[in-house]
């Protein structure tokens, strides 16, 4: 058999796929490129996500805002002062979007305005802080993203 410019084309073509069909296959397999959700039950998320609305509605409609801080010992939150903090229920939540093993919740138990997220807790890189609290009745919810 003669070799030619055709014979060539095929091999090349045929090279490339298998290249294609071994990353494919790589990609798929191999744990350490895992493509997990997010958050594994997202549409019962999604079903409340009017509340989640109304509750940082709520929060945009107070008087003061949020201040949100890096410090020297670490995150501050400050509350707002027209909030009474005795009536405050609920938790912060902090999420590493590279790493799930970092995030953790905070119970709000104040005793001032201001919360102080230990530099021990964070690491450096970005954050996403979720303040989930009720006050008198009403639920406030407030987001933020953070680089530390």
Do not use: C
């Amino acid at each position: 058999m003669k070799w030619n410019w055709g014979n060539s084309l095929v091999v090349v073509m045929a090279a490339f796929m298998s290249f294609i069909l071994y990353f494919v296959y790589l990609m798929s397999t191999t744990e350490s490129f895992s493509h997990d959700l997010v958050t594994e039950d997202y549409y019962a998320k999604e079903m409340l996500y009017q509340d989640e609305i109304d509750a940082e509605t709520n929060t945009n409609n107070l008087t003061e805002r949020f201040v949100s801080k890096r410090t020297d010992n670490g995150w501050l939150l400050v509350f707002p002062k027209e909030l009474e903090l005795s009536k405050i229920k609920g938790k912060v939540f902090l999420y590493r979007p590279s790493n799930e093993t970092l995030d953790f919740n905070l119970e709000l138990n104040l005793t001032s305005s201001h919360l102080l997220i230990p530099d021990n807790k964070m690491l450096g890189g970005r954050w996403n802080i979720t303040i989930d609290f009720m006050y008198e009745g009403t639920p406030y919810l407030y987001k933020e993203q953070i680089t530390y």
